[in-house]
């Protein structure tokens, strides 16, 4: 590397830092205390950094800059940080500890963050830092590994509070405070019957304004919602946005409780799917930004190829009207502008529905209604921007022809971008594929191909 490429590196570590507890002048200070060893310096500065911001200086560090710092702070990180990180750096973290070093950091944390942390390393990685933690620790560790991928098993913690309804309030907070195997955080106090299924919950606000003779039974909530295992953590994520829970239990084929998903893991789960249906749209990965070169190039290249291939339709297209744009050059000049507003008309309906079913605010109940609406906004803006491009055509070429034929295909293509902003991601969700995924691809298609032959064929057909 040379000077120029490293000033340059240095400077995205410590840009990469603003508006973040990590300010660019930690960055830079343990920057140059590791380029000149001063380890010292870097345990003292790393010591007072939250789990996050340690997480994200390892990610503005290259791969030389993550060894030394890992060497220098030594069994300093904590071990949240590990759950903070995205996962090439997570894996390469793992490399340079070792499956020692990370089985004693999975042991500190809670049982969700930790099968979070083993879910993203290999199964070969898996099994040797399995294998050095203790029995009972491992246990529920595999068990939380054992279910299916975004599930509510996976996210879940096994850690909660749970008590009779007969039991008075003093009975119960002599337990809280007696007990040694409580959860670190809890919101909620969960009340079973002889059979240990959830029947109720007492939020911790109301539980310590009651005074102590009182039933726990009394003062419940009753009829809880409830999780099971294998539910999708969408599903799980739409419910407790849906009922505003601060958790809720998780409950087995008999109804027996056997954990609870807490708020900020579904905090968690709704920024990732956000995130995840806007790199899908655009055909890039969350964690583009530490993956190498080659591996980011091949994922972007596949979606690229689509790409490619619908403009060469869209050129097909073209190819069928080369006569005609021989002899109307303008509309050569002016073809781009319809198939551009289209796609752009088409974009916003695509945002609007994508999330509208993520959230379940589209669905089969509301959709023709939706779909009625979205074509009545075409109608409207294909009308006035018809009138403006057909002005501006006037005004530009001298032709009211001109301008009469790219305002007819700018109404066709308004109408044809929302009914396709809409209809697609519905289609797509009918037939079990997430619309984040290809709608862009199907909506660039047919805006492009529909707003060229538009023009194009009202322009041979009125202009010749």
Do not use: C
Request: aromatic residues 8%.
């Amino acid at each position: 590397m040379n000077e120029r490429d490293s000033v340059a590196e240095e400077e995205d570590e410590e840009e990469g830092a603003e508006g973040r507890g990590l300010t660019p002048d930690i960055v830079r200070e343990i920057r140059v205390a590791l380029d000149d060893e001063r380890f010292g310096e870097v345990r003292e500065q790393f010591a007072g950094l939250h789990a996050a911001d340690q997480a994200d200086l390892f990610e503005l560090f290259d791969r030389d800059r993550r060894q030394k710092l890992l060497e220098a702070i030594g069994a300093r990180l904590d071990p949240e940080a590990l759950a903070e990180l995205e996962r090439p750096v997570r894996d390469a973290l793992v490399e340079m500890l070792g499956p020692k070093r990370v089985a004693e950091a999975v042991a500190e944390l809670n049982e969700d963050d930790a099968v979070y942390v083993l879910d993203a390393l290999s199964e070969e990685q898996q099994k040797a830092v399995l294998a050095a933690v203790a029995e009972d620790i491992r246990r529920p560790l595999e068990e939380g590994l054992a279910f299916g991928e975004d599930t509510a098993g996976r996210l879940m913690q096994r850690d909660f509070v749970a008590v009779p309804a007969y039991w008075s309030m003093g009975q119960v907070i002599d337990y809280l405070r007696s007990a040694e195997d409580l959860p670190d955080e809890f919101y909620s106090i969960y009340v079973i019957d002889p059979a240990f299924r959830p029947i109720g919950w007492v939020p911790l606000d109301r539980a310590m304004r009651t005074k102590r003779p009182i039933r726990i039974g009394d003062i419940m909530e009753a009829d809880p919602v409830v999780f099971r295992p294998e539910m999708d953590v969408e599903d799980v994520a739409y419910e407790v946005r849906q009922y505003d829970l601060t958790s809720a239990p998780v409950v087995d084929e008999s109804g027996r409780m056997i954990g609870v998903i807490m708020v900020d893991d579904i905090l968690d789960v709704v920024e990732e799917e956000a995130e995840e249906d806007l790199f899908q749209i655009s055909g890039v990965r969350e964690d583009d930004l530490n993956r190498s070169v080659f591996r980011t190039t091949r994922t972007r290249f596949s979606w690229l190829v689509i790409n490619l291939v619908t403009a060469i339709l869209a050129s097909v297209v073209i190819g069928f009207f080369d006569a005609t744009i021989e002899q109307v050059v303008a509309l050569a000049v002016l073809m781009p502008i319809v198939a551009s507003m289209g796609g752009n008309a088409g974009t916003q309906t695509l945002a609007i529905a994508v999330r509208a079913l993520g959230t379940k605010d589209l669905t089969a109940a509301n959709a023709m209604r939706q779909v009625s609406k979205e074509l009545l906004v075409g109608v409207l803006n294909g009308i006035a921007f018809a009138i403006l491009i057909g002005l501006a055509t006037y005004v530009w070429f001298s032709d009211p022809i001109l301008g009469g034929v790219i305002a007819a295909a700018m109404v066709l293509n308004m109408i044809i971008a929302g009914l396709a902003g809409i209809l697609i991601p519905l289609g797509l969700d009918k037939a079990g594929v997430d619309p984040a995924v290809s709608s862009a691809v199907f909506l660039t298609t047919v805006t492009d191909i529909v707003g060229f032959f538009a023009f194009l064929g009202l322009g041979a057909l009125f202009l010749l």
